[in-house]
């Protein structure tokens, strides 16, 4: 490992080359910065992450045939990029990214990485994320890291050895923080319908936003919940401090919240610095099918963009225009799924735009896409109650889906339902 200046690490870079970004609240900001300094010598890098927070200074569109965005997951600042087909999104299931680079299916030359500091040992943890990191490390002919003492020590699978690192730029800037969400009546509703569902002992995995703030805020009287989750938020915290999650009862990695990145506060970070409860793993080991359905009362709670009658779920478009991504949705849905007492959850508001159309819909949006098939999906949560689908058919579906929608839409879908021969 070299130290040098953000600019001497960059200088090297080539035109054509791809390149992983280490994301969410680890994004390397003073990488990414000397990179676009060097945009006029530049042509067709590659620039490939999943949600990264910050400006994202190379989806601006002056840099159009300088950076191209190859978005795993689309977050808000890469959204007009997409649209406008200055960068490109790649569907995929988020436990199958260490494998696509692993193989070279989605080649690295480089990888940009935001680390702690070596300790006496020569490991430097990857702090807040360590998602497909440690697999694009391995992959990548050239390792340029963030030396940076504000992130947190997390410990579990999340070290990277000084040897493994050719160059370093010394930094002192502590990761994104992400404010939690206010949380109105509507998402209390949903979340006290939820957490009627999430039993004592059962291990949750959860996203970010008010609906899983809300439903957080409903489980501080459980017993011995377990976490296994990909993302590990403020809300978490909460429930360690509150007594909820313990881990005592799960069946694998017992006493442990298990995650693969974070978003959050100071206070989280805080919480996850050289704390022993927290193990940070890969989301080939998180989101693995084979390792979530391991736990006896694995609760899933995700949640979608719309769904239509029959059970289909689309969460990463709308209509044609691309939002966010696959993500983890369908690792914790089926490994949920087919967990022994399991149960996957996809919790959302029963409208959008301010009440104007529902998000239970007789068909998906043209251009929608299946994230969760109507094979796949179990519960469906709303402010306005719980349909089960898991088992039922066509009719019992589009039933209990009408009765969850807002009353607003309740006749307009059953027309709908009737006139394509969902109901008799």
């Not at 060097?38 to 992450?49: I, M, Q």
């Not at 999104?89 to 299916?105: G, N, T």
């Not at 410990?155 to 994104?176: C, K, S």
């Amino acid at each position: 490992m070299r130290i040098v200046s953000a600019a001497e690490a960059v200088a090297g870079i080539r035109s054509g080359q791809s390149i992983w970004v280490h994301g969410a609240s680890a994004t390397p900001e003073r990488l990414l910065a000397a990179l676009v300094e060097r945009a006029p010598e530049l042509s067709d890098v590659k620039l490939v992450h999943l949600h990264i927070e910050g400006p994202g200074p190379h989806l601006a569109p002056e840099m159009a045939g300088h950076f191209r965005h190859l978005a795993m997951f689309i977050g808000p600042n890469a959204r007009r990029a997409i649209a406008e087909g200055r960068a490109e999104y790649v569907p995929a299931f988020l436990s199958d990214l260490p494998r696509l680079f692993r193989r070279r299916i989605v080649p690295l030359d480089i990888a940009f990485i935001n680390v702690t500091p070596p300790d006496a040992h020569g490991f430097c943890s990857l702090g807040t994320s360590i998602d497909a990191t440690l697999a694009a490390v391995e992959a990548a002919d050239l390792v340029i890291a963030q030396l940076n003492p504000a992130l947190p020590r997390t410990l579990g699978d999340a070290f990277v050895h000084r040897d493994a690192i050719d160059l370093a730029v010394e930094v002192d800037e502590p990761p994104h923080e992400h404010r939690p969400p206010e949380i109105g009546d509507l998402e209390r509703r949903i979340g006290a319908h939820v957490a009627e569902l999430v039993p004592d002992g059962a291990v949750i995995q959860m996203g970010i936003g008010a609906i899983p703030a809300a439903v957080g805020g409903m489980l501080t009287g459980k017993r011995d919940l377990g976490v296994h989750t990909e993302m590990f938020t403020d809300v978490m915290v909460d429930l360690v401090e509150a007594g909820a999650v313990t881990g005592a009862r799960k069946e694998i990695n017992r006493g442990k919240v298990v995650s693969a990145f974070m978003m959050g506060t100071r206070r989280l970070y805080d919480f996850v610095h050289d704390n022993p409860m927290v193990e940070m793993r890969p989301v080939d080991y998180t989101n693995d099918t084979a390792v979530i359905r391991r736990f006896r009362r694995m609760t899933a709670i995700n949640s979608a963009i719309e769904i239509d009658l029959t059970g289909q779920v689309c969460a990463d478009s709308i209509g044609s225009r691309f939002y966010s991504g696959i993500g983890g949705q369908m690792d914790f849905v089926r490994g949920a799924a087919l967990a022994e007492e399991g149960r996957a959850i996809i919790a959302l508001p029963s409208t959008a735009l301010d009440g104007r159309e529902s998000r239970i819909v007789p068909f998906l949006h043209e251009g929608a896409g299946v994230v969760t098939t109507r094979g796949h999906v179990q519960t469906v949560v709303t402010e306005w109650g719980v349909a089960e689908l898991h088992g039922r058919s066509i009719a019992e579906r589009a039933r209990a889906l009408i009765a969850i929608a807002h009353p607003d839409f309740r006749e307009r879908l059953t027309a709908a339902a009737r006139s394509s021969h969902f109901l008799p």
